[in-house]
């Protein structure tokens, strides 16, 4: 069978050369090139190429059902329900599951298949804002809720409110080590990113006097313009203590910066010694002149004990918007037309779910307090575990879904690295991958201080393949350290 030519590069409206610079620009570790490596790599082993291991652990991403994490009961029944309403009338299904989709598809007019509007259901954005009235003790406006396809959707609409087209480009302060959605959605927006240091040796912890280095020396380039949070911590795991906040809401204040509270993991904290407090609740608790601050807070269905990643619900909350722009906001997500239907079902299922007296509320507490001790067992287990192997170094991790040490590479292995053309810990990061299976992420993709290395990996794998994993990788240090000192 004769193959087409493709057509040549001159032929083409779009190339290299001349697509948007910012798309080429942007990176996001998380699903780059180790990942796509991983992804031959399985093929291979598929086709019966012989590896020094069966099977490759995806540690890159925090996707919970990928590691075996089993969904919670209470919502695979609502959003099948609300999905084939045909099963309202199976008795299989709990009265609580059935009234709870009953509502879902009345309020979507009667399908999931409708478009919702813009911001997402009225019905699931009343039941937003009552979580969070429940959560802080402070009233919240279902009118400052906006549904969205998982909170990374509702951090880069919010986040290209701020972009500029004339005049120093706007400035977005971020913590290193971050989620690389960020200094990716700052490169596409055509933003600056100034970066704040963590601080390793403090828990990870959130200097004020870093960050008022970090926005005195951004100034000199850009109009700093907002700050990102992320608490509890991606990659780093630390949970900020109420004093930090309250630091960082009154540097906010100061400088005068919009705040972006990245809290999709405020279910996930396993230090005794910490607990997770919102970024809303501290300015409400503060008051004048504090709770007027513009302020986008964030929750998502895929994280959490629910880890629904490939259902996309999240939200957003954002507060003290200038009734202006909040109007020209809506706009710009209309063009999306609306999250997905079950997505936002989803949400109603975490922020309404099962209470006291109702039929699903046992098994759902049981499912759900089962999860989150499992994975604090597990963020226990990795950070003990790497601290007793030679060359590395690994925080408490206090909660989220990660572990981020420090690895220490000879400066043979760095010189070995250079002659490849990659950075340390990438040549670090392949050499793993490439003879035990693991794909963890380099250090370098969320940003280190200089001279330092580290790997981003979930504590996700379920107990048994974690110690797999753990096992595998103390042997490929030992045998690295070998190697290369």
């Known amino acids: 069978m004769a193959t087409v030519a493709a057509p040549s590069h001159v032929d083409l409206v779009l190339n290299v050369d001349n697509i948007n610079p910012n798309v080429k620009a942007m990176e996001y570790a ?16 598929a086709m019966g190429v012989k590896k020094p291991f069966t099977e490759v652990i995806k540690a ?13 009961t209470f919502i ?18 709990p009265e609580d599951v059935k009234s709870r989709a009953r509502a879902i598809l009345e309020s ?6 409708c478009y919702s509007d813009s911001a997402g259901l009225e019905l699931v954005r009343n039941h937003v804002a009552k979580y969070i009235e429940r959560r802080d003790g402070f009233p919240a406006d279902p009118s400052n ?25 706007t400035g977005i302060m971020i913590p290193i080590p971050q989620y690389p959605l960020y200094s990716a959605s700052i490169v596409e927006y055509n933003m600056e990113q100034a970066g704040y240091y963590l601080d390793e040796d403090n828990d990870w912890g959130l200097d004020v ?32 203590t109420r004093d930090n906040i309250v630091e960082v809401i009154k540097f906010a204040h100061r400088e005068k910066l919009f705040i972006f509270a990245d809290e999709v993991y405020q279910d996930n904290v396993y230090a005794d010694n910490r607990e997770f407090h919102s970024f809303k609740k501290v300015t409400k608790e503060l008051g004048d002149p504090y709770d007027k601050l513009e302020l986008a807070s964030f929750l998502s269905c895929s994280k959490g004990y629910m880890g629904e990643c490939g259902l996309r619900g999240g939200y957003a909350e954002i507060v003290n918007m200038d009734p202006e722009v909040k109007a020209l906001y809506l706009k710009s ?4 037309l609306c999250p997905t239907v079950l997505g936002q079902a989803v949400m109603d299922c975490v922020v309404n779910p099962p209470q006291p007296g109702e039929p699903s509320y046992e098994l759902f507490s049981k499912e759900k307090a089962a999860v989150l001790k499992s994975l604090s067992e597990r963020a226990s287990m990795i950070a003990k575990a790497f601290n007793s192997i030679p060359g590395i170094k690994c925080n408490t991790v206090q909660g989220a879904m990660y572990a981020f040490p420090e690895v220490k590479i000879p400066e043979k292995a760095v010189a070995k690295a250079k002659s490849l053309g990659q950075a340390p810990d990438v040549f670090f990061a ?52 070998k190697e290369y000192q």
């Open 30 to 45: 998380v699903r780059g090139p180790l990942v796509i490596r991983a992804g031959e790599i399985e093929k291979e082993l």
């Open 60 to 72: 890159n991403i925090g996707d919970a059902q990928a590691m075996g994490q089993k969904p919670i």
């Open 76 to 93: 695979r029944q609502v959003i099948s329900l609300v999905a084939y309403p045909d099963l309202l009338s199976s008795k299989e299904f």
């Open 108 to 113: 979507s007019r009667g399908s999931a298949g």
């Open 145 to 169: 809720i906006i549904l969205c396809a998982g909170a990374s959707e509702g951090i880069r609409s919010t986040l290209k409110m701020l972009s500029t087209i004339s005049g120093p480009r």
């Open 209 to 240: 006097a870093e960050l008022e280095r970090a926005v005195k020396e951004a100034r000199k380039r850009c109009n700093v313009r907002g700050i990102v949070v992320i608490n509890p911590g991606n990659p780093t795991g630390q949970v900020l």
């Open 333 to 336: 997500i209309s063009a999306k």
């Open 430 to 481: 392949f050499q793993l991958l490439e003879q035990t299976g693991m794909c963890c992420v380099p250090g370098s993709g969320f940003g280190q201080r200089p001279g330092t290395y580290h790997f981003r990996t979930t504590i996700l794998p379920q107990p048994e393949k974690l110690q797999i994993m753990l096992d595998k990788f103390r042997s490929f240090q030992e045998s690295f350290l």
